[in-house]
């Protein structure tokens, strides 16, 4: 405002000295520095809501004539206390009335101004706040919606666990039942590393390849008790497929439900290959026999407890990106394939299993 006067001054060629419209400007911006707490209080205490903004406008637009004559009224006796303008403002009355003339509909405009700088922080604190509570929200949602797929992998584990755990029970009693006393307690205790092994990882969802193969070997050395010669297994990995991460598990009732329709299924001695390899960003999983393959028109084998939890299993872990198919071999026997993205594991297990020994056939 002050430049402002002074251009009109210099192209007016106006002789008032300059001072006056220095001191005038100041004093008016200085009074309204002191009238601001009152107008943010006057608009906090009176808010423009939406079932009521008619009555605040009114109310507000009220409050600012008498603030406006207030605040004119304290510049008159300051300006004409300094001296400034004598021509226009040579007493108080003189001086207010010059000031309400030029300047009433800028105080009521000032007051609103004010107001509005107020609800623009208010505004934006507000937005700030509402895009804060969204992202709490969306947060408390990201974190319940992992609680319960991990509450549902859980129940999926405690699902599998007893099924395996019963089959081999059952698998001993039948030892009993046939006096066969030292392979009933060599099963036993396998039986008994193999739990402990597992229970070692049984809060996590995915463990490495090369610690669920370790997994497989135990639960393979207890089947062959069961099946002596019968049996053979051959497991070919690839090297770089065994710190693959895959789910806690995965393998073992897809080999039981070859072992059990494969091996189990027919008199003559049987042969299990379990392959893994990595194909760029997927890692592949085979579970192979050489038994009588799919009766048709039965699902007896690809939809068993086993392998429909492992489905679900797979499905809560990586969704449609993961698959589980089961279907006849070329010649013979039934092939067990798992698809699934390649991550590696955070951490690599302790293990006893040797590279080396992944890559022949195994009699325990």
Request: charged share 20%; with cysteine; proline share 4%.
């Amino acid at each position: 405002m002050f430049s402002q006067a002074m251009v009109e001054r210099f192209f007016g060629k106006d002789p008032t000295p300059w001072w006056y419209s220095l001191v005038s400007w100041m004093t008016g911006v200085y009074i309204w520095f002191l009238f601001t707490p009152v107008v943010l209080w006057l608009g906090r205490r009176l808010p423009f809501e939406r079932e009521r903004w008619v009555r605040r406008t009114i109310t507000h637009f009220a409050l600012s004539l008498p603030i406006a004559m207030i605040q004119l009224s304290l510049e008159s006796a300051i300006l004409h206390q300094a001296g400034v303008f004598p021509a226009l403002m040579s007493t108080f009355a003189s001086t207010l009335t010059f000031l309400l003339v030029i300047g009433f509909h800028q105080a009521v405009l000032t007051y609103w101004i004010i107001l509005a700088v107020q609800y623009g922080f208010l505004w934006y604190g507000r937005y700030v706040e509402g895009k804060q509570a969204a992202l709490r929200l969306e947060l408390h949602s990201a974190q319940l919606e992992s609680q319960l797929a991990r509450a549902h992998l859980s129940a999926l584990n405690m699902q599998l666990q007893p099924h395996f755990l019963f089959n081999t029970l059952n698998a001993i009693m039948v030892l009993v039942r046939q006096q066969k006393t030292a392979d009933a307690e060599q099963t036993l205790g396998r039986l008994s590393d193999l739990l402990r092994c597992v229970l070692d990882d049984v809060d996590a969802p995915e463990v490495s390849l090369r610690r669920e193969l370790e997994y497989l070997r135990l639960y393979l050395s207890i089947e062959q008790v069961r099946f002596q010669d019968r049996m053979s297994v051959e497991i070919a990995v690839d090297p770089e497929a065994f710190d693959a991460s895959v789910p806690h598990m995965v393998l073992q009732p897809i080999v039981e439900n070859a072992i059990r329709h494969g091996i189990g299924g027919s008199s003559s001695a049987g042969r299990i290959r379990i392959g893994a390899r990595r194909v760029n960003a997927t890692l592949e999983m085979e579970v192979q026999d050489d038994g009588p393959g799919l009766i048709p028109g039965s699902a007896a084998r690809s939809r068993g407890i086993g392998l429909t939890n492992t489905r679900a299993r797979l499905a809560q872990l990586y969704g449609d990106a993961a698959s589980l198919s089961v279907e006849n071999g070329g010649q013979r026997g039934v092939v067990a394939t798992i698809i699934m993205p390649y991550r590696a594991a955070e951490t690599a297990a302790d293990s006893h299993w040797m590279e080396k020994d992944a890559v022949h056939d195994t009699a325990s």
